[in-house]
C-alpha cells in the first residue's frame, strides 16, 4: 500500500528548540501539503508545493516556520525557535495533481504529534 | 471558494444509512464537491468527490442537488468504524493548485 509517510510520529520538545518534521510523499505524487490540527482551530493549511516549488505559504507563520522540499521524496517542515502554541498535529498529505480539475483524491499521514513545553 | 454549511454532529445507529447533509448555496459552476472524513487519532481520508452528478464508490454515495446548493454523503450501512468527523468542502481546481480547506465538518457517532 502506498502511503504517506511522517516522522517523528511523536515530538515532546522545550520552548526555544528548533523541531524538525519530515514526510516522505507518495512516490509519482507531485504536490505536497502541510497542514496543522489544533482543537481550537482545527485543520489549517500551511504552505503547499507543486513539482518542489512553494506555490503558497500564507498560512504559515514566516518568522519562526520554514518548508521545503530538498528532493521530490521529502518534504520538511522546520519551527525555530518553537513556542508552546505551536503544540498541534501536523499533518503531510500528498496527491498526484497533473493541472486538470476534478481529480480531488489527497492522500494525508498518520501526523507528527507536537508538545512545546 | 463557497462556504460550507454541516451539522456539528448526528447520531446513526449500526446498520442503518448515514445521510450526511452540506449546504454550499453559494456553490459556483466550476466547483466540485469533496468529502473527507477524519477518524479519531489519524490522518483525514478521502471518501469521495463529484461536480453535477450523483457519484458512488465502494465507501459511499454523494447526491447533489439539481441546482447543487446542496449535497449529501450517503453511508448504506453504517458499522461502528464508520464514527468519524465528516468534512464537505468545495473548490474550485485551477493552475493556483488543489489545496482543500477543511471547516469543521459534522461529527458522526455510530451507536451499536
Known amino acids: 500500500d502506498a502511503r504517506v509517510t511522517q516522522t517523528p510520529r511523536h515530538k515532546v520538545t522545550e520552548m526555544g528548540q528548533e523541531v524538525t518534521m519530515r514526510c516522505q510523499p507518495i512516490l509519482g505524487h507531485n504536490t505536497v501539503f502541510w497542514y496543522r490540527q489544533t482543537m481550537m482551530q482545527g485543520l489549517e493549511l500551511l504552505a503547499y508545493?507543486?513539482?518542489?516549488?512553494?506555490l503558497d505559504d500564507s498560512g504559515m507563520p514566516k518568522d519562526r516556520f520554514s518548508a521545503e522540499m530538498p528532493d521530490a521524496t521529502l518534504a520538511t517542515l522546520k519551527i525555530q525557535p518553537s513556542e508552546p502554541r505551536d503544540s498541534a498535529v501536523y499533518f503531510c498529505?500528498?496527491?498526484?495533481w497533473g493541472g486538470g480539475p476534478g481529480t480531488g483524491e489527497l492522500f494525508f499521514g498518520e501526523g507528527s504529534r507536537l508538545t512545546v513545553l | 471558494d463557497a462556504k460550507t454549511t454541516q451539522p456539528p454532529s448526528m447520531d446513526c445507529a449500526e446498520g442503518r444509512a448515514a445521510n450526511l447533509p452540506c449546504n454550499h448555496s453559494t456553490i459556483s459552476g466550476n466547483e466540485y464537491v469533496y468529502w473527507y472524513r477524519q477518524i479519531h487519532s489519524q490522518g483525514p481520508q478521502y471518501i469521495i468527490h463529484?461536480?453535477?452528478n450523483n457519484e458512488t464508490n465502494e465507501m459511499a454515495s454523494l447526491i447533489i442537488t439539481e441546482d447543487r446548493k446542496s449535497s449529501t454523503l450517503i453511508l448504506p450501512h453504517a458499522t461502528l468504524r464508520d464514527t468519524a468527523v465528516y468534512y464537505c468542502i468545495v473548490r474550485v481546481a485551477g493552475d493556483s493548485g488543489y489545496a482543500l480547506n477543511f471547516g469543521k465538518g459534522t461529527s458522526l457517532l455510530v451507536t451499536p
Open positions: 508545493f507543486r513539482n518542489r516549488a512553494p
Open positions: 498529505a500528498s496527491g498526484p
Open positions: 463529484g461536480l453535477k
